[in-house]
Every structure is written in structure tokens, then in C-alpha cells.
């Protein structure tokens, strides 16, 4: 089926060059041929499917697998396969597309070496058309450690004329999009063609798009192209999309695009001007060890980040790797930060070209480097959930008790994170946190309180009084917003271990902008009224819902007499340990 967009595309460049000098009746003959060209047009094989291999240094093929996929080896691995290759292609350009090799590539096409690519964050392309033989089944090899993953197939374009690279560069400022493409052909008079293409805002695709065009100049070429009097900007709580086409000749390509900028102002991170603060986790790939590799579908990656977001998470670090473009893609559409690693100039620069159009890619490092200010924290330890701990446990008849033991020891890691996630939030220089890769043992909405765009935050200077003490506790607010919460409302209530309230009030009543450390007043209570060791629990609540708890101990002067607690049988107290 003809894709709609990149019919008009090509029918209107087509048009523009010849209308001048062609009648009515003509066009509408040229029109109808047209449509039979455009439907031949960019073709595609996919090389998914069964492969012949050979593992080592030998070629003997003696066995099948499917693509793409991997296997369980430290060696190279050859795979083979036959591919008819239509009669019609004989005068295209026939490039090799490999998604996602797991380290370096040769290709072989009908014995012919067709080149060798290193990139393990990018695409691999072949050009392979002066090695095809059209209209006859042509043997096509790969050499690489392990495997394959994603996209395998051979395309056509026009040799005559057609696009090579192009990028996509948002100017926030101007609102303008910088468009430089790299066009090539056998035709000698490149200079004499118009590029065209439309832009439309994604979710909107049924308005008029906004065109725009250009005339090259040579090879390369750069625009600037008008957005229309409303530009709609890209962030984690808006994430807004364009896509754009591109055509020259009858070669047609598109993108997904957002208008965002990232940048960074007295060591305050900035998306689009405003301040913002990364909530992040480690992706290491341990996540994936039972595959031994990363999903390629956009699916895979949505529910990651959704899991993510849920836990009040905006930003993922990939340590030691660089996503697929199905990664990118998702975190697009969701609103996710993300930050890759690279190993060197060369792979950045790949890394940009592939992927930096997608507003989601927010900052590229090289393999271990720590981005300053984002702090790095934990990790700590739980219970291990192994059947070799569960055949001790079950051998010293204590198996009943393993999945108590997981989740104590994981209430215990919720408990450091959240101080350690809080005293993040309070500290001014700290541009945001990093967790390392982990389960979390608590429900979502728990762990939200003291890990989301808006925290309270009780400065507690201790969490065990005499009940001769007063509780003296400023509250501050952390808000990483799109905008200030206005007549923002601050409640707060303490109570005791049997959810008894003992008291609670209004804290506070006023706008709260996008900051951290924005005061909200102090909570004061004596407690002398307490007469027994108690467990208390502070509440507080901005803007009415957003809440956050401390638990925190209140013991009575005085010397407490055993009769006069309520101890168990079972529950030996004593203040000496003699053995």
C-alpha cells in the first residue's frame, strides 16, 4: 500500500519541476504514472528469518538458527543465507541494514567483501549494489561475535538521485528547526532540485501540515524551517512530538522530532528554560541476563520506563551501552530522560547522527565517566531470593520464613533510600540522583512520597526524644514541577502506633515554586503528655494530597519498671548481658 504522505511528497516535487511546461491533461497522465512508480519505489527485503551458522574460525555451515537473535559464545560466528534479488533491482541503489550487531561486522556478499563496521550503539549499513547479481539468488554472509538483534533487511533508493544523511536540530529559542541534509546521485545537476517536506504535530496528523522546501546548493545543504506561530516544546510532563518528512527525488524518509533544549546555567540542569532535577536509575543490562541481551520493540522499552515513572523515576543512565532507537522512540512518546554511554569521538558522533533527533536523549558520556552533581546511591543489600538460600532455610526448617526475610531486609532498603533520596532532594547543589539497578519491595504510591516531582521534606535534627523534649521540625517543600503549585495548602498530623490522632493543624497556605528548600513552616509539639515509650508518625501533606511520613520514638524520663509494661511471656527484658 502507498504511504499517503510520501506519495504527496514525491508527486509534489515532481510537480514543481515540470508543471511549468506541462498542460492540465498531462499532469493528470503523469499523476497516474507516478503512483505506480512511487508504489516501486524504496523496496525492502527482510533478511528475519532462518540462517545457516558456523561458530570459530571455520566456515563449515552445519546448522540453522533464527535472526535475529544470539548465541551463548565467546567466539565469532559466520551466518549465511540465500536471498533472490528481483530482476528490477538492477538499477537501484541496495543498502544493508543491520539494527543492532553485537560488536564488529564483515559482510560478505557473493564472495565479495563488502565492508567492516565496529559500531556496537548504531546501525550497520552496507551499500552492497555492485556485489548483487539481479534476478537470481545471491549468498549473503556476516561475520560477528554472537549475534543479531532487530531490523535485518536490504532497501532500494534511486541511484539517480537520492538522500544519504540527513539531521534535525531544534532551535527553542527561534523556534525554528535546522534541517542540513546530504543528498547524492548519478544525476550531475543536483543543484537544480528542490528538497520538500511537510511537518505535522504528532496525535494532530488530520491538520493541514506545514510545508516547507529548499533549493540545493550542492551535495549538502542546510534550512531553517518554520514550526508555525505556536510551537509546542518537549518535556517529561509534556511530551510533545513532530514528525517530519523528507523528500528529494522519489526518495522519501521521516523522523519523529521534539523541540526541547537541554543546558545548564550556574550548575542548574534546564530543559526549555526551566530548572528541572533527575530521578534515575543504573540500566546495566542485568535486568536482560536471561535473554543476555536488551529488547528491540518500542513495547518492551514503554513498559520499562511506565515501571519507572510509577516509581517516580524521570531519567534512565545506560552504563556501559547506548539503547536501541526503540528505547529512544518510547521514552520519546512517554516523556523520559535518558543518557547513554559511548567509547570514544567516533561513536558519539554515531550515536548523534542515529539518534539525536529523539528530544529523550539527553546527555551522551563515555563508558564510566559520573556525570558531576548527579549523585550516585546505595546500593543496599536484601535478603537473597536463590533456591540455593531456600534449600539452607528449608534444611534447617525455617523455608516458610524466606519470603519474610526477603521482604523485612527490603523494607529495611526502602528505609535507606528514602533517607537517602531525601537529604538528596534538600541539598541545593545536587542536580539529582542515581540508583543503581534494584527491586523495589514497597508499593509505587509509597515509594512516591518521598520520590516525586513534589516531596515534603521534615528536617528532623533527631528521631528519639524525652518525652521532657519539644518536637521542633521545620518542613520544607521540593518541587521539580512544570510550574509553581499555587494557594498550595500544607497539612500535617501526628499519631500513634495505633493511628490514634494526637494532634495536627495547618502548616502553611501559599505558592510554592518550581525550587528546592522552599520553606513551609515548623511543626511544634511538646511532649511531655507522653508517659510510655511510644512510636509516634508525622504526616505531612502539600497541597492538600501529596503526602510524606517519619516515624520517630518518644521514651519518659523516668526509670520504667517491668511490671509496669506490658511484655509478653515469651519476651525476656533485662539490662544486663551476662551470658
Known amino acids: ?282 540500566e546495566d543490562g542485568s535486568r536482560f541476563s536471561d535473554v543476555g541481551y536488551p529488547p528491540m520493540d518500542e513495547a518492551s522499552w514503554t513498559d520499562i520506563f511506565k515501571k519507572c515513572e510509577e516509581y517516580g523515576l524521570n531519567y534512565m543512565r545506560f552504563r556501559g551501552y547506548c539503547p536501541p532507537e526503540a528505547a529512544f522512540a518510547a521514552a520519546d512518546r512517554i516523556g523520559f530522560y535518558l543518557q547513554p554511554d559511548s567509547c570514544g569521538e567516533e561513536e558519539m558522533r554515531e550515536i548523534m547522527e542515529n539518534y539525536g533527533h529523539h528530544p529523550s536523549l539527553m546527555m551522551l558520556t563515555p563508558y564510566g565517566a559520573i556525570t558531576e552533581r548527579i549523585e550516585e546511591l546505595g546500593p543496599w543489600p536484601t535478603f537473597p531470593d536463590s533456591r540455593e538460600v531456600r534449600d539452607r532455610l528449608d534444611e534447617n526448617g525455617m523455608g516458610r520464613q524466606a519470603e519474610l526475610f526477603m521482604m523485612a531486609s527490603g523494607q529495611q532498603q526502602t528505609l535507606r533510600y528514602k533517607d537517602e533520596i531525601e537529604r538528596n532532594l534538600r541539598d541545593s547543589d545536587k542536580a539529582g540522583f542515581l540508583l543503581p539497578p534494584f527491586t523495589p519491595y514497597v508499593k509505587a504510591d509509597e515509594w512516591r512520597e518521598f520520590c516525586s516531582p513534589v516531596v515534603a521534606l521534615a528536617k528532623f535534627p533527631k528521631y528519639v526524644y524525652a518525652n521532657k523534649d519539644s518536637l521542633i521540625v521545620p518542613l520544607e517543600v521540593y518541587n521539580a514541577m512544570y510550574g509553581e503549585l499555587q494557594n498550595a495548602r500544607n497539612l500535617y498530623y501526628v499519631s500513634d502506633d495505633s493511628m490514634k490522632v494526637v494532634t495536627g493543624g495547618v502548616l502553611s497556605v501559599g505558592s510554592i515554586p518550581v525550587a528546592k528548600n522552599v520553606e513551609a513552616g515548623t511543626i511544634r509539639l511538646s511532649l511531655e503528655k507522653i508517659k510510655k515509650p511510644s512510636k509516634l508518625t508525622l504526616f505531612v501533606a502539600v497541597a492538600g494530597k501529596l503526602k510524606n511520613q517519619w516515624d520517630f520514638w518518644v521514651y519518659p524520663t523516668d526509670s520504667v519498671e517491668t511490671s509496669e509494661t506490658d511484655v509478653p511471656q515469651d519476651i525476656l527484658v533485662t539490662d544486663t548481658l551476662n551470658g
Not at 498542460?23 to 523496496?43: D, H, K, P
Not at 550497520?124 to 531490523?151: A, E
Not at 526549555?272 to 532535577?277: K, L, T
Open 1 to 282: 500500500m502507498v504511504n499517503y504522505f510520501a506519495f504527496r511528497a514525491i508527486i509534489r516535487n515532481f510537480a514543481c519541476n515540470i508543471l511549468t511546461i506541462m498542460s492540465r491533461w498531462l499532469w493528470i497522465v503523469t499523476f497516474c504514472l507516478l503512483r505506480g512508480l512511487v508504489a516501486s519505489a524504496q523496496e525492502t527485503i527482510e533478511l528475519t528469518g532462518e540462517w545457516e551458522y558456523s561458530v570459530g574460525d571455520s566456515t563449515h555451515y552445519n546448522d540453522y538458527m533464527m535472526l535475529p537473535g544470539a548465541l551463548r559464545t565467546d567466539e565469532k560466528v559466520w551466518f549465511r543465507k540465500g536471498v533472490y534479488v528481483p530482476q528490477k533491482w538492477e538499477k537501484q541503489r541496495v543498502t544493508l541494514f543491520l539494527e543492532r550487531p553485537m560488536g564488529e561486522t564483515t559482510v560478505y556478499v557473493n564472495g565479495h567483501e563488502a565492508g567492516r563496521q565496529t559500531s556496537r550503539s548504531t546501525p550497520h549499513r552496507y551499500v552492497v549494489s555492485d556485489y548483487l547479481v539481479s534476478g537470481q539468488r545471491n549468498k549473503i554472509v556476516v561475520c560477528v561475535n554472537k549475534g543479531i538483534l532487530g531490523l535485518m533487511g536490504m532497501k532500494t533508493q534511486s541511484k539517480r538521485l537520492y538522500i544519504d544523511k540527513w539531521t534535525i536540530t531544534p532551535d527553542v529559542r527561534t523556534g525554528l528547526a535546522h534541517v542540513t541534509v546530504n543528498v547524492d546521485g548519478s544525476n550531475r545537476f543536483l543543484e537544480d532540485y528542490v528538497v520538500y517536506g511537510d511537518i505535522w504535530q504528532v496525535g494532530h496528523e488530520d491538520e493541514p501540515p506545514m510545508g516547507w522546501g529548499f533549493y540545493l546548493s550542492g551535495k549538502q545543504a542546510s534550512e531553517d524551517i518554520m514550526l508555525g506561530r505556536e510551537v509546542y516544546l518537549w518535556d517529561e510532563f509534556r511530551p510533545r512530538l513532530y514528525k517530519v518528512d523528507f523528500s528529494f527525488g522519489n526518495d522519501v524518509q521521516e523522523k519523529i522530532f521534539g523541540m526541547r533544549e537541554f543546558s545548564v546555567k550556574d550548575g542548574q540542569l534546564l530543559i526549555n528554560g526551566c530548572p528541572i532535577w533527575l530521578h534515575g536509575t543504573v
